[in-house]
């Protein structure tokens, strides 16, 4: 398992504050940079500002590149951004408005305003990143997002942004704002549940969430956004798999691409595991049946944290390897896997005995 | 029962079909089969609540502008509409001249040692400068002729600066493979080069309608077999011209493209230019090709039912999926609207721009001078344009009615050779006659129950299955 956090001897600041480690000098020097000094173990100390700054880490981990969110008073720091990883994901507010029975982060009601910080941090990730933005809910804080959106975007032009968000939130007028930041500068993942308005509301816990969802998808369809809507499969909406399907056909053509997802066991996705869960290994004809019709129309669609031999040969080649680094595991039978080298595998909290039943190496 | 929610519903246009039923479709491309019943209650404006949520359902229904269902429609309807992108693909005919005599080809060619039918000097150093001027990064040029070989010289001038100027270049050549130098395999052999050539389904037919005797025959046939072996089936196209009234039976096309490993056959009708065509009566020629084109449909559905690796009409192909998807616009031969002279143009071998190559025949005949200027003095496209102004097919007296306009397209210059003028009623030309014809083709595979014909459309949309949803059917 990679660490997101790391222990640091604590620091004498009143405010956050955003630091990068380096182990040597580089050209695009910020004022932001700690230098490395020492390594005695575990224990690193770098130069910041004239000041010895303390991370501990395992030996051989690097770190160079990665960016930190040290808060006062605190003896772990938050690793933004680890520069040798395409997983990067800012998790901007734990506030939402919404209630989804799989959610892997339940809300919390308070806010810590970090746009600032994670705006600086932003700007020192490597060249061309992807960076996530998810909560939460990111757009009940749409001011300072798109505040920070823009500032990144001006200094970085390089950096994407693949953002997570329950769309409930955008307005008509948010149109002019979402083309100045460029279509293909930003990923919108959208979730969707059911195309049946009452279904999808009691997935996500928000009655008419359907129809403001509608809203902010005719949004980012006139604003020419890029969508990834995103799908996950539960026994509360399999049957309602070929509507979501033919409801892309009919009404959301414009999107990049559709993600039909496995559930991830932790947050209420645990707690409503035995209720949720749909074993694809056992039945995965709705599946099938949505990636046949939305690939005849000429969409893209992917499976998402769908372990390969849980899905039907014919529909592999649409199951990427999609859980991050950090979250990923692989079971004693992946051991003798032809498909193991492609294979995702599972979330680290993925419980085998509540799972899936008809796996095996292939 | 009346329905309650008002919703809005699109323009419908129908057409029976064979089973009894009508087709409606939209103009954003949507469908579905439904009765009289429907027809009469859609007519008189007394659709039931069932009717409402059915066409709610399918996209055709909206309750609001600008709410989803309404932008998803209007997204389906604009994407299926061509604008064309930046000049990125030029068609050079630096020569005439053919080692050749095929019957139907009067026009385009001229013996092999007749002069004054190339490009000379100042014309290649014109057109290197007419692509000096391009604004594209990626080019796709295509060396057309006459028999393109002849002029290998030119070939290699052009992709030399091609390869210099551009990031990114592809080269076609459209060539008879009768007679291949060491020099010319060397460049079919390079890469980013692509050779087309014709292939008449089988040896018979082949020297019947091209090399006339065996000689020669077998000189194509060994230099055939040699590109196949030595570029691969991928680097490799072969059209066959099929004579419809006189044409090869499918199994023996079927057999041939098989044996070479070409999965993709592109069936082209004899294309009679000149007197030639006069000969041959509009309506009769199409309705032979399509019987003809029905059962090569039928022939590979029954192919590809336990075939290891299937096979493809690509022309039926690209309809199927312009009925299926929005924005499938990639084909010259059916757009809409049809602009043409924009992101593609020929140079004919004495430097006159056409904007395809049927207009250069057209033109060659004498019937009308479609040329837009030439590369020593500049593109014209005024004549043109005025040919553009009228390629649009969704204000057609004739079209607006038929369900199939969202995915047929216009032909203009097809009208114009073949009549001499483009306000015909539709259901005369022979472009409305096989577009007419293919559809209904489509539409009856798409709502067959044949798993044989399932397995096909499958393949050829692209997908795992191909979904029942596809067929649907209201009552
Ligand atoms: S056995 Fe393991 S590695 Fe192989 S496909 Fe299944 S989950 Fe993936
Ligand atoms: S040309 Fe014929 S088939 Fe095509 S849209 Fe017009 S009427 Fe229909």
Redesign the interface.
Known sequence: MIDLRLKVDPLPIVEPLVVRLLDQPVDNRTEHDAIILDIDGDRREYEYHGFSFTVYARPHESLDGDVLLVLPGQASAHRLIRANSNHNTFLVTEQCDQLCVMCSQPPKKYHFDLFDQLAIAASLAPRDAVIGISGGEPLLHKERLFQMLFAVSASRPDLRFHILTNAQHFEPQDAERLVALGSDRILWGVPLYS?NPKTHDRIVGKEGAFASL??G??TL??AGASVELRTVVLQQNWEDL??VA?FI??????ISVWAIMQLERIGYGRMNWASSFKDTSADFEQA??A???V????LKAWLYNFPLCSVPQ??RGYAPSTISDWKRKYLDFCDGCGARETCGGFFQWYDHKEGFNGLGPI | MKASRVLQIVPLKFRPTDDGALLFADDAG?YFKADQDFLERYVDDSLTQSDHRFLD???HAFDGV????Y???E??FA?RLYSPAELDYVILVPTLRCNLSCGYCQVSRVNETTPGFDWNGETLQAVLRFLGGLSTKRIKIEFQGGEPLLRLDVIRHVQAFCRSKFDHCEFVICTNLQEVSPEAWAVLEEPHVFTSTSLDADRATHQAQRTKNAQKTSSFFDNFDAAVNRLGPNKISALPTINPTNPPPATAVIDTFVGYGIRSIYLRPVNHQGFARKRFDARSSASSWNRYHSSFIDALIDFNWDADAPLEEYYFTHCL?RV?????NHHADLRNPNIIGYSYVVIDHDGKFYPTDEARMVSRVGQFDLSMGDVFSGIDRDKIDMLNSEALNNFHPDCVHCPYQAFCGVDLVDDLSRYGRIDLPKHLTDFCQRHTYIFDKIFSLIYSEDPKVGKSL?IW???????S??AKVHR
Not at chain 1, 249 to 254: C, D, E, I, P, V
Not at chain 2, 66 to 69: Q, V
Not at chain 2, 324 to 328: C, D, K, M, P
């Open positions: 195309a509608e809203r998808l005719a369809m006139r070929i509507g033919e056909a009919t009404r959301l053509g414009f099938a049946r990636i046949d019709i690939t005849a129309r000429g014919d529909y | 949507g359902v399918n996209g600008g709410d989803l269902a932008s998803g429609f997204y389906r994407s999926r299926l998807r929005s924005g499938h499958a949309s692209g997908a795992p299955r191909f979904d949803s596809f």
